[in-house]
């Protein structure tokens, strides 16, 4: 009889030394925040990503708001922000009041469009939007599922205005660009550990900088800001957002373990293209978030020249055209799936789209990438197109043959093939 037990989106995957470290804070007594392994982890997080300075701290949103307020980003400044991403990327921009402009996504990588993010610092520098003209404070785009953002571009249109970036690494730890790792292009760049992604701490996150004098700043402010002095003396706003010793020595053991679950996670991807190609003869077409080099689909690969983009596959994610799939749409497979007790989401609803962000500016790409827009619906941007068709399949590092079984399976029913 099979087992009907859930199959996960990501559930978190133990590589077996977390619990060395988390035996020794008990042996040692560094229960509280800070101690040894918070400080091995920053360090280890520095020596694998490249960046120079990091701050572990209690998640990546508390990374992304410690970001924002070192930037000085107050009340009606305004922040460019990848409009197709998760609300914690947004959130912290309404924590200091500042007004968030949502940009659209490109189709291939799904993430930051630079087109749109032009036309959205122009509107900004001349004026078209309340407050009158000037720079944004912050522009943050999003690696999204792992996948690359168009670096080399955003980064260039970001110099040339002199406006910092907030590089939303929380779900591509391990992805790179031409050898140089995602979150170390930016000003600050934001990592999570939480429970679903390529490596746990169970809840956490670290801002990555350059820069040390304002990453020492961060640790002061997210240790609730105690001035140097033998009583509880504070000078400025504080927050209790540092990690704490037991949940980095989580983190130390889960670092060693990472480049194999990017390596799993990227076979996954491998299997489901594998098995949606074996589809292409029977007369379905599904499409995948392909890095930026591949030529077979990359609609922009002329001119952005030869990158070697490397994502971690956190998520292996698909969009479902009904006209170019028989009438199968992404609800259909994910019901069918939930039926079968498999976890299946939707791809992130936009931020302009939410009722809590829907008054803010947006900047569509749709207008530069029509021909990428091939459904016979109608829609206002990429990023709403690929909510209506986009699908995040059972991902984990630890999925098992029988589990695997189960899911192509649901997938042989769905497509007609048993």
Same mark, same amino acid.
């Given at each position: 009889?099979?087992?009907?037990?859930?199959?996960?989106?990501?559930? %978190?995957?133990?590589?077996?030394?977390?619990?060395?470290?988390?035996?020794?804070?008990?042996?040692?007594?560094?229960?509280?925040?800070?101690?040894? *392994?918070?400080?091995?982890?920053?360090?280890?997080?520095?020596?694998?990503?490249?960046?120079?300075?990091?701050?572990?701290?209690?998640?990546?949103?508390?990374?992304?708001?410690?970001?924002?307020?070192?930037?000085?980003?107050?009340? /009606?400044?305004?922040?460019?922000?990848?409009?197709?991403?998760?609300?914690?990327?947004?959130?912290?921009?309404?924590?200091?009041?500042?007004?968030?402009?949502?940009?659209?996504?490109?189709?291939?990588?799904?993430?930051?469009?630079?087109?749109?993010?032009?036309?959205?610092?122009?509107?900004?520098?001349?004026?078209?939007?309340? /407050?009158? %003209?000037?720079?944004?404070?912050?522009?943050?785009?999003?690696?999204?599922?792992?996948?690359?953002?168009?670096?080399?571009?955003?980064?260039?249109?970001?110099?040339?205005? /002199?406006?910092?970036?907030?590089?939303?690494?929380?779900?591509?730890?391990?992805?790179?660009?031409?050898?140089?790792?995602?979150?170390?292009?930016?000003?600050?760049?934001?990592?999570?550990?939480?429970?679903?992604?390529?490596?746990?701490?169970?809840?956490? /996150?670290?801002?990555?900088?350059?820069?040390?004098?304002?990453?020492?700043?961060?640790?002061?402010?997210?240790?609730?800001?105690?001035?140097?002095?033998?009583?509880?003396?504070?000078?400025?706003?504080?927050?209790?957002?540092?990690?704490?010793?037991?949940?980095?020595?989580?983190?130390?053991?889960?670092?060693?373990?990472?480049?194999?679950?990017?390596?799993?996670? @990227?076979?996954?991807?491998?299997?489901?293209?594998?098995?949606? @190609?074996?589809?292409?003869?029977?007369?379905?077409?599904?499409?995948?978030?392909?890095?930026?080099?591949?030529?077979?689909?990359?609609?922009?690969?002329?001119?952005?020249?030869?990158? *070697?983009?490397?994502?971690?596959?956190?998520?292996?994610?698909?969009?479902?055209?009904?006209?170019?799939?028989?009438?199968?749409?992404?609800?259909?497979?994910?019901?069918?799936?939930?039926?079968?007790?498999?976890?299946?989401?939707?791809?992130?609803?936009?931020?302009?789209?939410? %009722?809590?962000?829907?008054?803010?500016?947006?900047?569509?790409?749709?207008?530069?990438?029509?021909?990428?827009?091939?459904?016979?619906?109608?829609?206002?941007?990429?990023?709403?197109?690929?909510?209506?068709?986009?699908?995040?399949?059972?991902?984990?590092?630890?999925?098992?043959?029988?589990?695997?079984?189960?899911?192509?399976?649901?997938?042989?029913?769905?497509?007609?093939? @048993?």
């Amino acid at each position: 009889m099979m087992n009907n037990s859930k199959i996960y989106l990501s559930s %978190p995957h133990m590589g077996g030394l977390e619990q060395q470290y988390i035996n020794e804070a008990f042996d040692t007594n560094w229960i509280a925040p800070l101690g040894p *392994n918070v400080n091995g982890f920053e360090q280890e997080l520095q020596e694998y990503t490249g960046a120079p300075h990091a701050a572990a701290l209690s998640a990546g949103t508390a990374a992304i708001h410690l970001a924002l307020i070192l930037l000085d980003v107050q009340p /009606g400044d305004l922040v460019i922000c990848q409009s197709f991403t998760f609300s914690a990327t947004a959130n912290p921009i309404r924590y200091q009041g500042a007004t968030p402009v949502f940009v659209d996504s490109e189709p291939d990588t799904w993430n930051m469009d630079p087109g749109a993010l032009e036309m959205a610092i122009r509107d900004c520098v001349r004026g078209a939007l309340p /407050g009158g %003209p000037r720079l944004p404070k912050a522009i943050m785009p999003v690696h999204l599922y792992g996948m690359p953002a168009n670096m080399e571009k955003i980064m260039a249109i970001a110099d040339s205005y /002199g406006i910092p970036v907030v590089e939303d690494a929380a779900e591509a730890l391990g992805s790179s660009i031409n050898g140089k790792k995602c979150g170390t292009f930016g000003k600050f760049g934001i990592l999570s550990f939480n429970g679903n992604k390529i490596i746990t701490t169970s809840g956490g /996150g670290a801002l990555l900088s350059d820069d040390e004098a304002l990453i020492a700043k961060a640790r002061f402010l997210a240790t609730q800001a105690r001035d140097n002095a033998p009583h509880y003396q504070h000078s400025h706003i504080g927050y209790n957002y540092r990690m704490s010793n037991i949940v980095a020595g989580i983190g130390r053991g889960q670092l060693q373990v990472l480049d194999a679950h990017m390596a799993l996670r @990227r076979n996954n991807f491998e299997r489901y293209r594998e098995y949606f @190609r074996s589809l292409e003869s029977k007369g379905y077409k599904v499409e995948f978030q392909y890095e930026q080099d591949n030529a077979e689909h990359s609609t922009q690969n002329a001119e952005r020249g030869t990158q *070697n983009i490397i994502s971690n596959r956190w998520l292996t994610t698909i969009t479902i055209d009904p006209d170019r799939n028989k009438g199968i749409t992404r609800e259909t497979l994910r019901l069918a799936m939930e039926a079968a007790n498999i976890e299946c989401r939707p791809l992130w609803k936009p931020m302009h789209l939410q %009722p809590v962000f829907e008054m803010y500016p947006f900047y569509s790409a749709v207008g530069s990438h029509l021909s990428a827009i091939s459904s016979k619906k109608k829609f206002g941007s990429v990023s709403e197109l690929l909510f209506d068709q986009g699908l995040c399949l059972p991902s984990g590092s630890n999925l098992t043959e029988e589990e695997w079984d189960r899911i192509i399976g649901v997938l042989d029913k769905v497509f007609k093939l @048993r």
